[in-house]
């Protein structure tokens, strides 16, 4: 019987640390992400009636020319990456 009481508060001891542990830590988490999104950067400000202004007589790609089997091969021997 004595060994039952022991292991029962052994367990009981064991499962409030966890949860101390476990809530503390979530508390100290949900501070961090709070302080961080207090000091957050806001960007760039624009001012009212601001207008982007895009340039559609240049070429956009949106990746890179594809290059050839020896242009690779050359980038990946000398270390330098090709314009």
């Known amino acids: 019987m004595r060994d039952f ?16 542990l476990f809530f503390s830590l979530g508390t100290g988490g949900l501070l961090f992400l709070l302080i961080s999104a207090a000091f957050k950067d806001t960007g760039p ?26 242009d690779v091969i050359g980038e990946a021997l000398s270390g330098e990456k090709a314009d």
């Open 5 to 20: 009481f022991k292991q029962t508060l052994a367990s009981t001891v064991g499962s409030l640390a966890g949860l101390i």
């Open 45 to 70: 400000l624009v001012k009212d009636k601001s207008v982007l202004v895009f340039d559609l007589s240049l070429n956009i790609s949106d990746s890179d020319p594809n290059s050839s089997t020896s």
